[in-house]
């Protein structure tokens, strides 16, 4: 079935350190993925996406990785900001068109 | 540019009442998608609409749950009767096209407080 999944729920780390959330999928049938960030009292916003046919895809101090052989993704962030401290979802698009979000890393940057 | 926009930010009103979100998509965008957010079931899929028809209902929890489309700027979802646990936060989103690859962007939530 669908289901998206992130092996913790919360994540503490120092400012200046890379972070490294991760999130588990069940349909390896998904193709297409999206992270979110959600900061307290706002919608979520949209990261970065990256696709099946990609192992890993930059963005601006943000990189996702795929690896399709045992269904995981996870999004790192470089050199965390106080700024980065939110929950962060991934979400997978399928085929009928329906964002299926996963449950949520809450990411605390210490300073 | 403006982004979705949805009202009421916040509405605390009493069990049995009738409750109406309001939501105004991105100018252009075809996809609509209300979503619920609770603490104990995470960012649940309601609803969603393409190009104002309604696709796919069925996380809508139950009949009390209705949502209409009436045109491409204008989405309402209503609570009738409402109960305590429809409180939760509902999002609005929209999205440029039909394609599931286009970026899905999401108003700041309706906060629904039942008491």
């Known amino acids: 079935g669908e289901s998206v999944g992130l092996h913790l729920p919360t994540l503490s780390v120092q400012e200046g350190d890379n972070s490294i959330i991760n999130c588990a999928y069940s349909n390896s049938a998904s193709d297409y993925f999206i992270w979110y960030k959600q900061e307290s009292g706002k919608g979520p916003q949209f990261i970065i996406d990256i696709r099946s046919n990609m192992d890993k895809r930059q963005g601006q101090r943000v990189t996702v990785l795929l690896n399709k052989t045992v269904k995981h993704l996870s999004l790192q962030i470089a050199a965390t900001q106080p700024g980065d401290s939110a929950v962060y979802f991934c979400?997978?698009?399928?085929?009928?068109?329906?964002?299926?979000f996963g449950q949520g890393t809450e990411l605390s940057v210490k300073p | 540019d403006a982004g979705v926009i949805q009202s009421p930010r916040h509405e605390v009103t009493e069990m049995g009442q009738e409750v109406t979100l309001r939501c105004k998509p991105i100018?252009?965008?075809?996809?609509l998608f209300w979503y619920r957010q609770t603490m104990m079931r995470g960012l649940e899929l309601l609803i969603y609409?393409?190009?104002?028809?309604?696709?796919?209902d069925s996380g809508m929890p139950e009949d009390r749950f209705s949502a209409k489309m009436p045109n491409a700027s204008f989405s309402t979802l209503k609570i009738q009767p409402s109960e305590p646990r429809d409180s939760a936060v509902y999002f609005c989103?929209?999205?440029?096209?039909?394609?599931?690859?286009?970026?899905?962007?999401f108003g700041e939530g309706s906060w629904l407080t039942v008491v």
């Open positions: 100018s252009g965008h075809n996809s």
């Open positions: 989103a929209s999205r440029a096209g039909v394609g599931r690859r286009n970026t899905i962007y």
């Open positions: 979400a997978e698009t399928n085929q009928g068109g329906k964002l299926i």
């Open positions: 609409f393409n190009n104002n028809v309604p696709i796919d």
